[in-house]
């Protein structure tokens, strides 16, 4: 079972915007802090946003700041990213990722899914 399911990618053209989500799955029933996660081809895995389990504290990526909004729908357990005013430097694969410590996820997180493509056209 993947811990984490994420959807929502696509093809948008420059400005565009898109949603991602994040399902958690049983596996993930110990984690307090959510983000994402994304990596360009050839380039390394880059944070994107973090949020806590309460979606009191959020981080984001000076790249991504005023632009992606990262949220919580505790109700329903989702995660989300909402991305506007996206150019063709964002392309990438986004991936989710979730601890069960910390206020923010890191590479060293317990759980990831296994990613949706984001490509940001021209």
């Known amino acids: 079972q993947v811990p984490l399911v994420e959807s929502g990618g696509g093809l948008v053209q420059a400005g565009g915007s898109l949603r991602l989500s994040c399902a958690p799955s049983?596996?993930?029933?110990?984690?307090?802090?959510w983000g994402w996660f994304r990596q360009a081809p050839g380039k390394d895995r880059e944070f994107v946003a973090s949020?806590?389990?309460?979606?009191?504290?959020?981080y984001y990526a000076d790249s991504v700041k005023g632009r992606f909004t990262i949220s919580r729908d505790n109700p329903k357990n989702m995660v989300y990213l909402q991305m506007n005013s996206l150019i063709p430097e964002d392309t990438a694969d986004y991936y989710c990722?979730?601890?069960?410590?910390?206020?923010?996820?890191?590479?060293?997180?317990?759980?990831w899914g296994q990613g949706t493509q984001v490509t940001v056209s021209s």
């Open positions: 990722a979730a601890h069960s410590r910390g206020l923010i996820v890191t590479t060293e997180s317990k759980y």
């Open positions: 949020i806590t389990q309460s979606g009191g504290t959020t």
């Open positions: 049983e596996r993930t029933f110990s984690a307090n802090v």
